[in-house]
């Protein structure tokens, strides 16, 4: 199942977004950035792993499918888009859903990668990152991140050898789901449009570039 965000106009480009580790496809982050890409021309196609699917159906809790799994599903959902809606064709996700489409970015051959707060590390475990894929990776990526996230701070992330392909989006005193600080005068929503207006203006150049 899909659930798609069209926009009015022609859109600049198509976005597979895959959700996170505990939250679905239609939950407020994922519904409110679908639906703010959409007004910015972007159309947006999200889906469930089946371990999501499965609680879909019974309402059970599962914890996600193994690695090996996810990346199936990613990539059976991938070739199955692909053939429906020609065109720029991006990939990403919230969280997990996006660090295993950084697995695949450049294997499906990806117009471009989106990532939004992507899970460096576990949280409690920066000194052991999940980041050598990312040194090499050849897809133009964005990567939208919280200053603040327990899962790739800042500082942390900063230190870390990531590929020229990457470009990286800081939000001011955000979390892992782009909440800021009150004292820092953001609201949430501010920081929502300005994630999407970023990765908005990403794509757009990436698929004027190929032009």
């Not at 899909?2 to 679905?24: C, D, R, Y």
């Amino acid at each position: 199942m899909f659930l798609e965000n069209s926009p009015k106009n022609q859109p600049v480009a198509t976005l597979m977004l895959a959700h996170g580790a505990g939250a679905a496809m239609d939950s407020g982050f994922m519904q409110t950035m679908a639906a703010n890409l959409a007004q910015r021309d972007i159309r947006v196609l999200r889906f469930e792993f089946p371990y999501m699917a499965a609680r879909r159906d019974d309402g059970i809790r599962r914890p996600p499918n193994p690695r090996n799994l996810l990346l199936d599903c990613w990539k059976q959902v991938y070739h199955q888009v692909r053939s429906s809606y020609p065109g720029f064709l991006a990939i990403g996700g919230k969280s997990m859903g996006g660090r295993m489409a950084s697995m695949l970015a450049d294997e499906l051959a990806a117009d471009a990668l989106v990532c939004l707060g992507y899970p460096f590390h576990a949280i409690g475990k920066a000194d052991t990152p999940r980041v050598a894929h990312l040194s090499g990776l050849l897809t133009p990526t964005l990567i939208v991140q919280g200053e603040r996230d327990p899962m790739g701070k800042r500082q942390t992330v900063e230190g870390y050898r990531l590929s020229s392909a990457i470009q990286m989006h800081w939000l001011e005193a955000a979390d892992h789901d782009f909440k800021p600080l009150k004292r820092s005068g953001f609201t949430h929503e501010q920081h929502m449009q300005t994630a999407a207006d970023a990765v908005a203006g990403f794509l757009r150049n990436v698929a004027n570039n190929r032009m």
